[in-house]
């Protein structure tokens, strides 16, 4: 059984403080999380549109929502 001890100064970290591997610049939970927010972002922006639309403006609009002026 061989135990591999790095020196943390050796080792690159990921942001978080993760070690990595040759090659990676980011950790796969970093990556994954960074993927979640983006795919959130972009439903919370789908699913705002329809809320900060304006109504119809002018009379017509009225007469079809059925408001009345009298």
């Not at 790095?6 to 090659?23: D, Q, V």
Request: hydrophobic fraction near 30%.
């Amino acid at each position: 059984m061989n135990i591999e001890i790095t020196i943390l100064s050796e080792t690159p970290a990921c942001e978080c403080g993760n070690a990595l591997t040759e090659g990676q610049t980011r950790c796969t939970k970093c990556l994954a999380r960074d993927r979640w927010a983006r795919k959130e972002r972009a439903r919370n922006r789908r699913n705002r549109r329809s809320e900060t639309r304006r109504p119809p403006r002018g009379p017509r609009a009225a007469a079809a929502m059925g408001v009345s002026w009298t």
